[in-house]
């Protein structure tokens, strides 16, 4: 099925103006020998090999050992290029365990000077097209000019410690060209799951009634079509009607290079009725024009280039309107034709790949639950383990995030979908009654709440908001700052000792950049990683890993938001299933004791049913998770299985993920192992036999073994 796909993705494609490529050999050498003599490791990394793909193409493959975080592994091609006339490179990378990659960089190298450029959040296992402007790059020392190239090196720095391959192909030289597209996806061709890849309807996810608490509205009314198009074979069409709020479209970011001056967006529209007003904006301009029951092209001139563009797409009345062929480009007028963004092809290939389907489970997992309140009353410390304790229990909190709460009604929604737990953020704007009147909803309806207090508001409400809520029911904890960098350091530090002299019976928190993972001022150990789809469910896990060791010096519980929504600012899209469970399963192994998911409803209904599946298997997991039993010792010889033994009151857990996107086979051995085991949420059993079982793992898949302790 993926080669028919695959074949129709390339005819969309090559309809498209194609502009000059240049094959660079670098990535491509018949065998290990050859590539040896070009590639010199550096740092005493590795030598390169070559590996022979399954359809008999060559790559480069690149193997680090890191012993720590912040190891560097280093490789340098010796070449001599001139790029003066090249606006782009490419190539496509895909990795082994990718996740533990921090800072990445690419380099080119002249006598007297280097030209760099650098990216975070690891690779992913799957090739993925990667592509930089010359004109953006930084420069280290004083390079002689890009006619003057003599180098190219790729480099990595760690993020944690491990062993790792990342694999190089298809590297090119693209000439500069004025009409490239510089929006992904622009003609809605990439395969999904019912949502174009790297477009949305504005925010994170949606937080907006009615749809956020009816998705399936949203999706009838925001979809692809694939029965009417302007270019290729798919149109995004958005049906709004007089009885529901406008809805719109929103482009993923884009930074363009630093030689554009000014840049066109346009667009083919069409309507079910004539005089349909459709507004365009982008860079802080916008324009209105009219879509009818023909194809035409609108356009807004002048957009002045700047970091992080949006485009925005907005029907002005009721309609269908069919959008296709959006485009940005650097001209004073948009081309007719559409040209596909570079990486189109690439992107649209990998896609097809993905898997949409959830792990394997129970239809009773599958179903969910619901919540019912009244929240009761209870205490909320952290033991000398570092446990989290609600009452006197091990708690593992597991929060749908959401930033915004416009309307109380979802807060029934979340409570209803199965969460106990929801984290919300507080504005500035927000004042203490109507945060109150949060808090009260989330008590009537179940559900316990973080409230991530906005760094922004001014201290006297900060402090009025913790004096008044203090002793209220469905407080689980203070979440003071967010993100702290440079002077706000001390800000965060402020806050957070004024909610405990204000609530000492309440753990409070800051939430930490991904960038710092030791010394986290707080009770708490949190930070933010959201990797999908430019890298793997790894790259969280290794944070977590990092805040584990730290916070077990302080005996400090760790939290972790992970991603949960996409289509938007800078991810493309939603994690699958798949990717979700991987996320949850590979931080909680690493000693993640709370999970949150960034921020509002996911627009898949896959995601969304990953996470209601997820309430259940946590519930059923944190008195096994949070055992402070002796557990017997397990080994397991597949190192992409990331695994834990856990002993609790007769039983033994053993918890396992697959970190790879492909189908592993798996044995372990634990002492006691013998006869039937459970496979808890999925309703089979393995068999054991002197202390060894078997099984079966799909891509990011995780079990989860039970048996009586011997």
Not at 381 to 397: C, E, M, S, W
Not at 435 to 464: N, S, Y
Not at 596 to 602: G, H, M, N, R, V
Request: one cysteine or more.
């Amino acid at each position: 099925m993926f080669r028919v796909v695959a074949v129709a993705l390339v005819s969309v494609f090559s309809a498209g103006i194609q502009v000059a490529c240049q094959p660079i050999k670098a990535f491509s050498y018949p065998d290990t020998e050859t590539a040896r003599k070009f590639w010199e490791p550096q740092f005493g990394s590795k030598p390169v090999r070559v590996e022979t793909l399954e359809d008999g193409s060559t790559c480069l493959a690149l193997d680090a050992d890191f012993a720590r975080p912040q190891d560097r592994a280093c490789w340098d091609w010796s070449t001599k290029l001139d790029l003066t006339k090249v606006g782009r490179i490419s190539f496509e990378i895909a990795s082994e365990n990718g996740g533990i990659s921090g800072s990445m960089g690419i380099f080119f190298g002249t006598p007297n000077g280097w030209y760099a450029n650098f990216w975070w959040w690891g690779a992913a296992d799957n090739w993925t097209p990667r592509t930089f402007s010359l004109d953006s790059w930084a420069t280290e020392g004083e390079p002689d000019g890009w006619d003057k190239v003599t180098t190219f090196r790729f480099s990595v720095w760690a993020s944690a410690a491990g062993k790792t391959t990342y694999r190089l192909r298809n590297f090119r030289l693209l000439e500069k060209d004025p009409g490239e597209n510089l929006f992904v996806n622009g003609s809605f061709e990439a395969p999904g799951i019912g949502i174009p890849y790297a477009w949305g309807s504005g925010h994170w996810g949606v937080g907006d009634l009615p749809w956020a608490t009816d998705m399936d509205l949203w999706r009838r009314h925001w979809r692809l079509d694939t029965e009417v198009a302007h270019h290729g074979r798919t149109s995004l069409c958005i049906d709004n009607t007089a009885d529901l709020p406008l809805l719109r479209v929103y482009s993923q970011w884009t930074t363009p290079p630093k030689s554009v001056e000014h840049c066109v967006l346009s667009a083919w529209v069409k309507s079910n009725r004539d005089g349909v007003p459709v507004e365009l904006s982008c860079g802080g301009l916008s324009t209105t024009q009219q879509a009818g029951t023909e194809w035409s092209q609108v356009a807004l001139t002048g957009i002045k280039p700047a970091p992080r563009l949006t485009a925005v797409i907005a029907p002005q009345a009721p309609g269908k309107l069919w959008i296709d062929a959006v485009q940005l480009q650097d001209l004073d007028k948009p081309t007719a034709q559409f040209r596909p963004a570079f990486n189109d092809e690439a992107i649209a290939l990998r896609e097809a790949r993905v898997d949409w389907s959830p792990p394997t489970r129970s239809a009773e997992v599958s179903a969910g639950r619901s919540i019912q309140g009244p929240v009761q009353p209870a205490s909320c410390t952290i033991d000398k383990h570092g446990r989290f304790l609600v009452g006197a229990k091990p708690y593992i909190q597991h929060s749908l995030g959401l930033e915004s709460v416009k309307d109380l009604r979802i807060l029934d929604f979340a409570a209803a979908s199965g969460f106990r737990d929801v984290c919300c953020q507080i504005r500035e704007s927000m004042t203490t009654e109507q945060l109150k009147a949060i808090f009260d909803r989330c008590a009537q309806v179940g559900l316990r709440i973080i409230p991530w207090l906005d760094g922004r508001i001014a201290r006297e409400r900060f402090e009025e908001h913790i004096t008044t809520l203090r002793d209220h029911p469905a407080l689980l904890c203070w979440y003071v700052y967010d993100e702290p960098s440079g002077e706000r350091f001390a800000e965060a530090d402020y806050r957070y000792k004024i909610a405990r002299e204000l609530d000492p019976d309440h753990p409070a928190l800051i939430n930490y950049l991904s960038n710092k993972l030791e010394g986290h001022m707080g009770d708490i150990y949190s930070t933010d990683v959201y990797p999908i789809p430019r890298s793997s469910p790894g790259s969280a896990i290794s944070a977590v890993r990092r805040m584990k060791a730290a916070a077990d010096k302080e005996t400090k519980p760790v939290w972790m938001w992970l991603q949960g929504t996409g289509y938007a600012y800078f991810m493309a899209r939603e994690p699958t299933p798949r990717e979700l469970s991987c996320m949850v399963y590979g931080s909680l192994l690493e000693g993640a004791r709370g999970i949150y998911y960034f921020a509002q409803i996911p627009r898949t209904k896959e995601c969304w049913d990953e996470m209601r599946a997820m309430c259940l298997e946590l519930d059923a997991l944190t008195p096994a998770l949070c055992s402070l039993e002796s557990a017997p010792e397990l080994t397991c010889a597949e190192p992409a299985i990331l695994c834990r033994v856990y002993k609790h009151e007769g039983s033994v857990w053993v918890v396992a993920v697959n970190t790879r996107d492909a189908l592993l086979d798996a044995t372990f051995s634990v002492p006691g192992a013998d006869g039937p085991i459970d496979v808890e949420f999925e309703d089979r059993q393995v068999q054991a036999a002197a202390g060894s079982f078997s099984d079966s793992f799909g891509p990011y898949e995780r079990h989860v073994f039970r048996f009586p302790a011997p």
